[in-house]
């Protein structure tokens, strides 16, 4: 038996209020991700004429880069300071931008031909990523592509002093490993590719899936 993914214990209000508080500097704390969200950008291959939403887009760095082949762009934050960079580095771009949570998403159903979501499903506590992605589930149009960018749950040192550190400063490690294909799998989508990298010590899964329906 797999051990139990850690639990996200910290409130939505924390992680907005951490958020707000960390976007000016978000670019300079994350610059380390950037490789591997272009890497799942790359394999989402979005084409010209089909239309992806971000879930989680921070300050907007793979929304410019989806936007920088003028495809059809929408993406949801938590946190309206990133969404007010994001704004800034996508403005006159086709780029739609709403303040959201992931568990429920203000689009119709079947609205899209790509789901993007990178260092950001591992934030949503164990129970609510099946909701999650049931959301996306529902707003991908028929043989819709998602393309998840996570920490991998594996047994190694390197994430068992990782999730010390989560178990006792969750609202500033925030995030956790999580067992992605058997996620992804269990809601019901097919998985096309995966590939895992290291980060600092660190497995980075990136998968791509497609919905199955």
């Keep these: ?19 707000n508080a960390m976007s000016r500097w978000y670019d300079l704390f994350t610059g380390s991700e950037k ?27 793979a929304l410019a880069a989806f936007a920088d082949y003028g495809r059809n762009v929408f993406a949801v934050d938590l946190s309206e300071k990133m969404l007010k960079i994001a704004r800034r580095k996508t403005h006159n ?28 499903l591992e934030l949503f506590d164990t129970p609510e990523i099946p909701q999650v992605l049931h959301e996306i589930h529902r707003m991908l149009k028929n043989n819709g592509r998602l393309s998840v960018v996570s920490l991998a749950k594996q047994e ?15 609202t500033f490690v925030d995030c956790r490993p999580i067992y992605l294909q058997p996620i992804l799998k269990a809601a019901g989508f097919q998985i096309e590719k995966s590939i895992v990298k290291t ?6 899964e990136i998968v791509i899936a497609r919905n199955s329906l």
């Design 1 to 19: 038996m797999k051990p139990e993914m850690e639990r996200v214990l910290r409130s939505k209000k924390q992680a907005r209020k951490s958020y």
């Design 35 to 61: 490789r591997f969200t272009d890497i799942g950008i790359q394999l989402l291959n979005v084409q010209p004429n089909e239309s992806v939403l971000e879930i989680g887009s921070g300050t907007g760095y």
């Design 93 to 120: 771009r086709n780029v739609g931008l709403c303040l959201a949570d992931g568990l429920f998403l203000p689009f119709s159903t079947e609205q899209f031909n790509n789901v993007f979501i990178s260092f950001t």
């Design 156 to 170: 190694t040192p390197a994430i068992r002093v990782y999730e010390w550190f989560h178990r006792r400063m969750p």
């Design 199 to 204: 980060m600092w010590g660190l497995p980075v």
